[in-house]
């Protein structure tokens, strides 16, 4: 006895395996794609679309491959997302079917950015003291192990980068260093906004500002012993942020009360060292004076005067 057997194909939407995966570096991913079956298989893929930036764009061909059930997003569209800081997106598969099954799936990263913790960060500068800022390193394979840079503008609009003398990187706290504050406070800046380049995959930036708390200009010796032939200098501390000094506006003194500026001539200014001229102590010998008073009127905002005393 035969019998007739007929056979029907069944109808199978296409499908995916799972529509989340995890990015990693160097890493292929692979995503389980069923065509279907019957009157609703597909032959291929069509496109695969993503959005950015509010548009939508289509992925470049050599950027996946399609064989024997499976879909890979190649190392190369993986390591590109990663370098170009895209740790999270969605791709649309649109298939070839006649009812044009569109299936989503989700790419994205496990771990953190390097990132500064501090909430503001902005930081005060003294002379004499470190600056310490709070870092997060990252995790997994979008952190960061050290920093390549610390990057600045300077006043004509040249990017410099910070010398690695005056700073560096203990645990997950970068310290900018005394030399640095000191160094900045003497050239007269008064703040800073300041880059730090990490070294993470994606190159990650963020920024950091320093100002240097105003502080006005200071003598710490005040009394001076003079001697025949033999100038005096003085060592003024220039102040720093706003009220810093750049020099002197004049120096006075009283005689017979009534007060005079003293010549210029008789006195020089470099660095933060003002020198009294030789000249100026044998004069005062000479006319028998054996002590005087001398006030230094600094340039600063608040035009700060700090008076000396000098004997012989």
Known sequence: TKAKVTLTAVDVEPSIGGAEYTMSKDQPIDVKLDLG????????????TFEINGKTETLRAEMYTYENG???????????????GYYDRIYTIHLNDTANTQ??????????????????????????????????????????????????????????????????????????NTAYSNAFISAGYVNRVHTINFDD????HKT?????????????????????????PVSIDLGAGQERATGVSSITFQLNGIIHALNNSLYTFSGETLTFKAQLINNMFNAGYTSRDY??????KSKTRITIHMAG
Do not use: C, H
């Not at 079956?37 to 695969?48: D, E, L, Q």
């Not at 995959?201 to 990650?204: P, R, Y």
């Open 70 to 84: 499976t879909l890979r997003f190649t190392t190369q569209l993986i390591n590109n997302m990663l370098r170009a």
């Open 201 to 204: 995959i994606a190159g990650t």
């Open 208 to 232: 950091f500002s320093v100002t240097a708390v105003s502080e006005i200009p200071s003598i710490a010796v005040t009394s001076y012993t003079m001697r025949r032939n033999q100038a005096i």
């Open 103 to 176: 299936k989503d799936v989700r790419l994205k990263v496990e771990g953190r950015t390097p990132s500064i913790i501090d909430t503001n960060p902005s930081y005060s500068m003294y002379r004499n003291r470190d600056i310490r800022i709070n870092l997060d390193l990252g995790a997994g394979d979008i952190k960061a192990t050290k920093i390549n840079s610390i990057t600045f503008k300077l006043p004509n609009g040249t990017i410099a980068a910070l010398p690695t003398d005056k700073y560096y990187l203990n645990g997950s706290v970068l310290v900018l």
């Open 37 to 48: 079956a019957g009157t609703k298989k597909a032959s291929g893929i069509k496109y695969i």
């Open 295 to 300: 006030t230094i009127i600094l340039n600063n």
